[in-house]
């Protein structure tokens, strides 16, 4: 069954217009347009694909069946039908948000109002956590956030001053497999200022980011994922950027470049799966000494 899940999504359009049965079978392929089921077009995303096999796998395991989603059989068949369906990747940001338009963008976000202060913690947070996905950051929560002990900012000197900690929970992502639970560690200005938004706010639980109307009331509603793709537009616009050049997949393409500028020592999570081929190569960018990673600023 498993097999023929990925037969039927994952097709290539050029053989399906010379053979009628590649993919998936045109009785089956009705009767889920009947029942509103199915309502891609073509073929779906690989991404796609994958993130459905991972939730089944959860919960064969729940209903404590055994689950063939490990199976050799299923990843060859999985690794082949994406390389067969040919699918053009989409640029879902046309510029990388790195460390110098990040700069310009933190110079809007200057002041102590509200809306200041949200948008300055979710820009540092998005970015020095390694590129999160809006959705990961809007979705965000305060029980996710978990205090840890300040680090020296030279380790070298016993007398360093030290530098907040924050260690931020995620859950399973987007590309996490069943069994993983990520997280990632913040240091210096994102802890700061994610800490004076929350308690300029009054946020002690719920949603990390949220709405402010136009009275300055915090909506104890979550962003959307569209609504941080929105902040990043508008303050890209105030810093004097094209805002259409632009989009919330730049924080998460920009991140990773900058680490590739500087040298970083790149971890599991830059090498799984869909990242590696954000990484761009920009023709003149200012890299800012000790902004690396979790500690920008």
């Known amino acids: 069954m498993l097999l023929k899940f990925v037969a039927h999504h994952l097709w290539d359009p050029v053989k399906r217009a010379a053979d009628a049965t590649h993919g998936m079978p045109p009785d089956v392929e009705q009767r889920l347009?009947?029942?509103?089921?199915?309502?891609?077009?073509?073929?779906?995303?690989p991404d796609t694909v994958r993130r459905r096999l991972t939730s089944w796998s959860i919960l064969t395991r729940w209903r404590g069946m055994t689950e063939s989603f490990s199976s050799p059989a299923l990843k060859t068949a999985l690794r082949l039908a994406v390389r067969a369906s040919d699918r053009p990747r989409r640029r879902e940001s046309a510029k990388a948000v790195t460390g110098d338009v990040l700069a310009q963008l933190l110079v809007t976000c200057h002041g102590d109002g509200l809306v200041a202060m949200r948008d300055r913690a979710l820009l540092l947070l998005a970015f020095a956590s390694g590129g999160r996905r809006r959705c990961e950051v809007a979705g965000l929560r305060v029980e996710d956030l978990v205090e840890d002990d300040p680090v020296p900012q030279d380790p070298a000197e016993a007398t360093s001053p030290t530098l907040p900690c924050l260690i931020i929970r995620l859950g399973r992502?987007?590309?996490?497999?069943?069994?993983?639970?990520?997280?990632?560690l913040l240091i210096s200005r994102p802890v700061i200022a994610l800490r004076d938004w929350l308690n300029a706010a009054g946020i002690v639980a719920g949603p990390v980011f949220r709405p402010i109307d136009q009275w300055g009331n915090v909506s104890p509603r979550a962003l959307t994922g569209q609504s941080v793709n929105l902040i990043l537009k508008t303050r890209c616009g105030q810093a004097g950027l094209d805002p259409s050049s632009f989009s919330a997949h730049g924080l998460r393409s920009g991140f990773l470049t900058e680490a590739q500028m500087r040298g970083t020592r790149s971890s599991k999570r830059w090498n799984s799966r869909g990242t590696s081929r954000s990484i761009r190569q920009p023709a003149i960018t200012t890299v800012h000494p000790g902004a690396a990673a979790g500690r920008f600023g």
């Open 173 to 184: 992502t987007k590309n996490a497999t069943a069994d993983d639970d990520e997280t990632v």
């Open 33 to 45: 347009r009947d029942t509103g089921v199915l309502k891609a077009l073509g073929p779906h995303a």
